[in-house]
């Protein structure tokens, strides 16, 4: 496989509204972001992925675009955002954009012509559909509760929206809407940005039947999404965006894409099909899902997601390329799902880390993961934010015998909010987050968990992320060696090898509160051994690996030559 600088890279998720708030009003800022850009280069970050920063009118917290050309202005200006791209260039950093184009806002321009009339040059730019025997068109279930069409009265048709009903999905059948996006993309590379993430792009293309779902017994609305994901047309939009926009400039791409299968993820980021470079899937964030989803919280196992891993790791190994991740802004935070947020917060919260990075991938690192930021317990559902977390407690609600108690465990558990709760820099009033209210409550926890405190600390998780990224640039075997599993059937070490040419990186991670003893014989027998990163003060480079004690929640990578 060719080596690429995306490859090589750290990427930084930044959320904007929960950054950093510049100037009082509660609401992360642009120049928030400007005036942290030398904390992320501490860091040793090489990217920055921005969430959305586009004017909208914020029905899915900026994931609802009213102008592709425009800055919200709760975010700031134009010229902030170019004063940014400038800030980061100068500093080494590259900026990668946030791309949503399966939908935009019902008050974008292009919506709004096409709701005006039947006959409207606009009107195939989105989704209309007859109704059926007075109810929709089809039975597909809405991602933020109830149905994904949505009628109106003017013109007597339903539109189709797979998200809100304030964002209404793209016609991409529409050549006319696919030139306009690829215009729009163009003007921002043009501008200067390094790449982009693509939402939901695998739901570009739709079955043109518009078929029903599969629908439980009593349930109305089903699960469309075999007849949307990876659509008929999917690879053949994403060829086109490649040959007319992406292959034209040196980017990072990376899509999104709930439901991808690794056959698939293949065909999107295989370098011979001139797609895209690398995918983001569920799998590993769906462990412990229930009938209901995320919300019913279930308990896992490490053997699930061992073989999921694995599974990308290898799947993609020859033929593709993998992106890392334990949290986003849609997942709840790392060390709260996979680690231990309470005695062993710091201590697993380095292990996650390393798990992840010494993967075949690009990893990345969420606002706040590098200090440990953890979930936080919402006292009531008037604290929450999140369209989906509101829609979906509402409808529990409504319905008998749900007792409130379980709903907001469930909401503590998994609620996207629980990502998007501002970022901890110091010990002072709301964090340093702002000097003014914040739009989303400050986890109480903030005076332990906090940037100016990490920084403060050799020790801390911070220092741990930042020595791991230079782990990254000094050793070629981290970014493109063969993965191989170690210990399957085990239930508390995660333990696996990645070996370029003839250097072997043994990786071992405790997931669990206990001590384990362990025998590596067969991979170090005979071989010089230096020890590269542990988050044990106490282990040293010439630690018997025949019959070694791990202690809780321990992790620790050898280099054997």
């Given at each position: 496989?060719?080596e690429?600088?995306?490859?090589e890279s750290v990427?930084?998720?930044i959320?904007?509204?929960?950054?950093?708030?510049s100037?009082?009003?509660?609401?992360?800022?642009?120049?928030g972001?400007t005036?942290?850009?030398?904390?992320?280069k501490?860091?040793?970050?090489?990217v920055?992925?921005?969430s959305?920063?586009?004017d909208s009118p914020?029905?899915?917290?900026?994931?609802?675009?009213r102008?592709?050309?425009?800055?919200?202005?709760?975010?700031?200006?134009?010229?902030d955002?170019?004063?940014?791209?400038?800030?980061?260039?100068?500093r080494?950093l590259?900026?990668?954009?946030?791309?949503?184009?399966?939908?935009?806002?019902d008050?974008?321009?292009?919506f709004?012509?096409?709701?005006?009339s039947?006959d409207?040059?606009?009107?195939?730019?989105?989704i209309?559909?007859s109704g059926?025997d007075?109810?929709?068109?089809?039975?597909?279930?809405s991602?933020?509760?109830?149905?994904?069409w949505?009628y109106d009265?003017?013109?007597?048709?339903y539109y189709?929206?797979l998200?809100?009903k304030?964002?209404?999905d793209?016609?991409?059948?529409?050549?006319e809407?696919?030139?306009?996006i690829?215009?729009?993309m163009r003007w921002?590379l043009?501008?200067g940005?390094?790449?982009?993430?693509m939402d939901?792009?695998?739901?570009?293309?739709?079955?043109?039947?518009?078929?029903?779902?599969e629908?439980?017994?009593?349930q109305r609305?089903?699960?469309?999404?075999?007849?949307?994901?990876q659509?008929?047309?999917?690879?053949?939009f994403?060829?086109?965006?490649?040959?007319?926009?992406l292959?034209?400039?040196?980017?990072?791409?990376?899509?999104?894409?709930?439901?991808?299968t690794?056959e698939?993820a293949?065909?999107?980021?295989?370098e011979?099909?001139?797609?895209?470079?690398?995918?983001?899937?569920?799998?590993?964030?769906?462990?412990g899902?229930?009938?209901?989803?995320k919300?019913d919280?279930?308990?896992?196992?490490?053997?699930?997601?061992?073989?999921?891993?694995?599974?990308?790791?290898?799947?993609?190994?020859?033929?593709?390329?993998?992106s890392?991740?334990w949290?986003?802004?849609d997942?709840p935070?790392?060390?709260?799902r996979?680690?231990?947020?309470?005695?062993?917060?710091?201590?697993?919260?380095?292990m996650?880390?390393?798990?992840?990075?010494?993967?075949?991938?690009?990893?990345?690192?969420y606002?706040?993961?590098?200090?440990g930021m953890t979930?936080?317990p919402?006292?009531?559902?008037e604290?929450?934010?999140?369209?989906?977390t509101l829609?979906?407690y509402?409808?529990?609600?409504?319905e008998?015998?749900v007792?409130?108690?379980?709903?907001?465990?469930?909401?503590?558990?998994r609620?996207?909010?629980?990502?998007?709760?501002?970022?901890?820099?110091?010990a002072?009033e709301?964090?340093g987050?702002?000097?003014g209210?914040?739009?989303?409550?400050?986890?109480p926890?903030y005076?332990?968990?906090n940037v100016?405190r990490?920084?403060?600390?050799?020790d801390?998780?911070?220092?741990?992320?930042?020595?791991?990224?230079e782990?990254?640039k000094?050793?070629?075997?981290i970014?493109?060696?063969?993965?191989?599993?170690l210990?399957?059937?085990?239930e508390e070490i995660f333990?696996?090898?990645r070996?370029?040419?003839?250097e072997?990186?043994?990786?071992v991670?405790?997931?669990?509160s206990?001590?384990q003893?362990?025998?590596?014989?067969?991979i170090?027998?005979?071989k010089?051994?230096?020890?590269?990163?542990?988050?044990?003060?106490?282990?040293?480079?010439?630690?018997?690996?025949?019959?070694?004690?791990?202690?809780?929640?321990?992790?620790?990578?050898y280099?054997?030559?």
């Open positions: 496989m060719s690429q600088w995306w490859k990427i930084y998720q959320y904007p509204r929960s950054f950093h708030d100037n009082g009003d509660g609401i992360g800022d642009i120049k972001i005036g942290k850009l030398d904390y992320l501490k860091l040793g970050v090489d920055v992925w921005l959305p920063v586009y914020n029905d899915d917290n900026g994931y609802d675009i102008n592709y050309h425009e800055i919200m202005e709760e975010f700031g200006s134009m010229d955002f170019d004063e940014l791209l400038h800030e980061m260039h100068k080494g590259k900026l990668v954009m946030d791309l949503v184009v399966n939908h935009t806002s008050e974008h321009a292009w709004v012509e096409s709701k005006s039947k409207n040059p606009k009107r195939d730019y989105y209309w559909r059926r007075g109810r929709e068109p089809n039975n597909w279930v991602a933020f509760s109830g149905s994904a949505e009265k003017k013109t007597d048709e189709l929206h998200f809100s304030k964002q209404p793209l016609n991409w059948e529409n050549p809407v696919r030139e306009d690829y215009q729009m921002w043009d501008k940005v390094d790449g982009f993430r939901v792009i695998n739901f570009l293309s739709k079955d043109q039947r518009f078929p029903d779902g629908a439980e017994p009593g609305f089903a699960d469309g999404g075999r007849f949307f994901a659509g008929p047309r999917i690879h053949q994403i060829q086109e965006m490649n040959q007319k926009v292959s034209q400039y040196d980017i990072l791409t990376v899509g999104e894409m709930p439901g991808v690794v698939e293949k065909k999107f980021t295989a011979d099909r001139n797609e895209l470079q690398m995918v983001f899937h569920f799998e590993h964030v769906g462990l899902d229930g009938p209901n989803g919300w919280n279930l308990p896992w196992r490490l053997t699930d997601l061992k073989e999921i891993m694995t599974k990308w790791q290898k799947g993609l190994e020859k033929k593709g390329w993998n890392l991740y949290n986003n802004h997942q935070r790392a060390v709260s996979f680690g231990d947020d309470g005695q062993y917060r710091e201590q697993s919260a380095k996650l880390a390393v798990c992840l990075h010494l993967m075949k991938g690009t990893p990345y690192i606002q706040g993961e590098e200090i979930n936080v919402f006292p009531s559902i604290e929450c934010r999140d369209i989906e829609n979906w509402e409808e529990r609600m409504k008998e015998g007792d409130s108690a379980d709903l907001l465990e469930a909401i503590y558990a609620s996207r909010d629980n990502a998007r709760t501002p970022v901890q820099w110091d002072s709301n964090a987050f702002t000097t209210e914040p739009w989303l409550q400050v986890n926890n005076q332990e968990i100016e990490a920084l403060a600390d050799p801390s998780i911070f220092y741990f992320y930042q020595k791991l990224i782990l990254r000094q050793e070629k075997a970014v493109y060696g063969d993965y191989q599993l210990l399957e059937e085990d333990a696996y090898t070996t370029l040419h003839k072997t990186l043994l990786v991670c405790n997931f669990s206990n001590k003893k362990r025998r590596f014989t067969d170090t027998g005979g010089q051994q230096q020890l590269l990163i542990t988050n044990n003060q106490h282990r040293i480079d010439q630690d018997d690996l025949t019959e070694v004690t791990i202690q809780p929640y321990e992790t620790f990578v280099k054997l030559t």
